[in-house]
């Protein structure tokens, strides 16, 4: 059962322009959400955040969006850059259970110069 | 800060021997967590510890898998005895806020 899912495996982008990476998650008492970015042979680092009482969090050129009536979190990157390619994972949390967090399956971003 | 560091980074084991991962979460983090990758089923969490002590272990496959954490800066995951199905980048995470958690570069295990 995934209840965390990033239905695109992969995703190209040209450098300066948009990239948005998309998650969609089944369990609607799921209350905080995560965005890591992860690099080959390292361990995923931590991105950005959001809680289900907002909307819309950003940080430089990184925003996430939450829908929460489509059960649906997005990541904007803006403008790609070479170096953000990268495997990018959505976690999601319940906060009654200590920050554990439920991965998607990832998404490789990869930015073209 | 050194970060959560992982050993070994790289374990090659035959089938049946017994396998011991190791994990030294940041100084100051109280909780830590142990996750397996594979190409199949993700990331996926095995156990984690909250100021030592096991929170939750629904994770862990079977009893071949076990984690302990003696103290607050070190953890072990040890499979025994290994099965070539365990072949998998095992990572360790620690935190201090209840979401943000670090990871370290995990240890890649294959089982022959």
Avoid at chain 1, 16 to 37: A, E, P, V
Avoid at chain 1, 59 to 85: E, Y
Avoid at chain 2, 42 to 49: A, Q, T
Avoid at chain 2, 75 to 97: G, M
Wanted: glycine share 6%; charged share 20%; net charge neutral.
């Amino acid at each position: 059962d995934q209840q965390v899912k990033q239905n695109s495996p992969s995703l190209s982008v040209q450098e300066g322009r948009i990239s948005i990476l998309n998650c969609d998650y089944t369990n609607s008492m799921f209350d905080y959400f995560l965005w890591y970015k992860k690099y080959p042979a390292e361990g995923p680092t931590f991105l950005i955040s959001i809680s289900s009482i907002k909307d819309k969090n950003e940080d430089g050129r990184f925003t996430v969006f939450l829908n929460k009536s489509a059960k649906h979190l997005s990541l904007h990157i803006v403008p790609s850059q070479p170096g953000d390619s990268a495997v990018y994972f959505c976690a999601a949390s319940f906060y009654n259970q200590g920050g554990k967090l439920i991965f998607g399956q990832g998404t490789e971003l990869s930015v073209k110069p | 800060d050194a970060g959560v560091i992982q050993s070994p980074r790289h374990e090659v084991t035959e089938m049946g021997q017994e396998v011991t991962l190791r994990c030294k979460p940041i100084s100051g983090h109280n909780s830590l967590f142990w996750y397996r990758q594979t190409m199949m089923r993700g990331l996926e969490l095995l156990i984690y510890f909250n100021n030592n002590v096991p929170i939750d272990d629904s994770g862990m496959p079977e009893d071949r898998f076990s984690a302990k954490m003696p103290n607050a800066s070190f953890s072990t995951l040890k499979i025994q005895p290994s099965e070539p199905r365990d072949s998998a980048v095992y990572f360790c995470a620690s935190s201090r806020q209840v979401y943000e958690q670090y990871f370290g570069p995990g240890t890649r295990l294959t089982v022959t």
